[in-house]
């Protein structure tokens, strides 16, 4: 075996991954300190917001150490009585989020409403002295995502936008590889969240005791278009526009936040292009069922889809000159190229023979093959993967309560938040308006 035969061989196990072992990754302690947390540094939480995602941060907030449910707001009676019985216990509960916000007993809120509610909720809580756990994507518009950003600074409080990726081990390891510069440059970044039922296309179920006796209407719609009760609207809202940005909000948000952590981006992208349709899911809806968009940043391009017509892994992919690293669902693979100098063997077969053997015999006096023995392989193929029943979204939660502590900056703040929210704005700007968007930073918008 020669040696590019050699190497073609190591980098073949490589790809194939022949013997690699997968790592299992070590999740993070829940509490740095031993002995428990102590009463002064209790945090005592209410949500705005109980609905699906409600009652999931609150069980995720009820394991972490040193945090107690004490209120919780909802429009909608049956999620309220949900909310307590996540609490396990009698809180006090209300319609009207001001109430919490006025209640001496409450140290953090969580904002889980649909997106159209997140800035004012969040904005009242900053000045009211709660800090605030706000739901992905952060904001509805762009000119939100700032004064977003100008309430959490103004009232200096601590604001955690909530797509978990961000503090997810399987994301810190990618990071760890990424930035190592294991993967070389980087130029293409690719990724993906399909899925395949009705559920996953929002088409939820109606409770069949949805009223304008058990919903206030009014209050969910705020500044939203008036129009008469809805309940589509109210319980599948992310189909429509008035309250939600349909898949880059609701999903592209979760790659993004994970991408940029990966790739250390702290703006948003420079322009996008989208592509997509409404294919199946076409009842009771005005946002595509697939969306494809080309993110510009100035480092590589990244393609990024979701499809609501095909179920596959949540995947993102990195291209670099040296590796491909990918993270899958909650797993990662990274994947050395084989970048041994090797002489040119393709354009030389147009030369005659003379010059095609001199210039391999200059080019192997240049590079004298490794004696026995001596071979390197090259890096092999890696692999990590978190624990099974691994929840990052616990892991996100208890950052948070440690920058409620601690009065550090939240790992994923507002400013975090604004650019992923603006980057999925732009894919909508771009598929609804049917044309480049261009970030604009001065102006502090999109353009077309
Ligand atoms: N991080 C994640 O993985 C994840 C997963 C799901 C949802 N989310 C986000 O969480 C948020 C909520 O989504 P969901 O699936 O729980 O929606 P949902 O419809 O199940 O729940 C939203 C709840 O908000 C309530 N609400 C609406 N306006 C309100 C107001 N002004 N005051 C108080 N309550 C109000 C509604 O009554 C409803 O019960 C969205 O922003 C969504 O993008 C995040």
């Known amino acids: 075996m020669n040696r590019r035969e050699f190497m073609r061989t190591s980098a073949c196990a490589a790809a194939f991954g022949a013997a690699v072992k997968t790592n ?28 699906v995602e409600g009652c999931t941060i609150l069980q995720a907030a009820l394991h972490c150490p040193g945090t107690e449910i004490v209120a919780a707001c ?9 909310a307590k019985e996540y609490a396990h216990k009698e809180i006090f509960t209300t319609k009207d989020y001001r109430a919490i916000l006025d209640r001496s007993d409450v140290d953090a809120v969580l904002v889980a409403t649909p997106d159209h509610w997140h800035a004012k909720i969040t904005e009242d809580a900053c000045a009211a002295g709660k800090d605030v756990y706000c739901e992905k994507p952060m904001s509805h518009t762009v000119g939100q995502a700032f004064t977003m950003v ?6 200096s409080r601590i604001v955690q936008v909530g797509s978990q990726y961000r503090s997810s081990i399987v994301f810190a390891k990618a990071k760890e590889i990424f930035e190592g510069g294991a993967l070389g440059q980087v130029t293409a970044v690719e990724a993906s969240l399909d899925r395949n039922d009705a559920s996953g296309a929002w088409v939820y179920p109606i409770p069949p005791d949805a009223s304008e006796k058990t919903i206030d209407w009014d209050r969910f719609l705020g500044d939203a278009p008036k ?6 609207r109210f319980f599948r809202w992310r189909c429509f526009r008035d309250y939600g940005e349909g898949l880059p909000g609701d ?4 790659r993004l936040t994970g991408i940029h952590y990966i790739a250390g981006i702290t703006a948003p992208p420079l322009r996008a292009a989208s592509m ?4 199946r899911w076409t009842e009771n809806r005005e946002v595509p069922d697939l969306m494809w968009t080309l993110f510009e940043y100035p480092n590589f391009r990244l393609s990024l889809r979701c499809n609501l017509n095909n179920e596959s892994p949540a995947l993102a992919r990195f291209y670099g000159t040296k590796g491909t690293l990918e993270v899958k669902n909650d797993a990662l693979s990274f994947t050395p190229q084989n970048t041994e100098p090797q002489p040119e063997d393709y354009s030389i077969m147009g030369w005659p023979v003379k010059l095609r053997m001199e210039y391999l015999q200059q080019w192997h ?14 890096e092999s193929a890696e692999s990590f993967a978190a624990p099974r029943g691994y929840d990052c979204q616990v892991d996100h939660m208890n950052n948070f309560l ?9 790992v994923e703040d507002a400013v975090y938040g604004k650019n992923t929210a603006i980057a999925a704005l732009m894919a909508n700007y771009s598929y609804f308006n049917k044309c480049l968007a261009v970030w604009n930073e001065g102006a502090r918008k999109i353009e077309g």
């Not at 909802?74 to 949900?82: K, P, V």
């Not at 409620?404 to 939240?410: A, D, G, H, L």
């Open 365 to 378: 006096s240049e590079h004298p093959a490794p004696l026995p023995g001596q071979y390197r392989l090259i």
């Open 227 to 232: 129009r008469p009760f809805d309940p589509i």
């Open 74 to 82: 909802d429009l909608y009676d049956g999620r309220i009585t949900a």
């Open 150 to 155: 100008e309430a959490m600074q103004k009232h």
């Open 402 to 410: 440690e920058s409620v502590r601690t009065r550090q900056p939240s």
């Open 24 to 51: 299992l990754l070590s999740p993070r302690p829940l509490q740095a300190a031993p002995g428990g947390v102590p009463p002064s540094d209790r945090v005592r939480f209410a949500s705005i917001g109980t609905g």
């Open 251 to 254: 999903l592209f948000v979760h």
């Open 276 to 279: 997509g349709g409404l294919f």
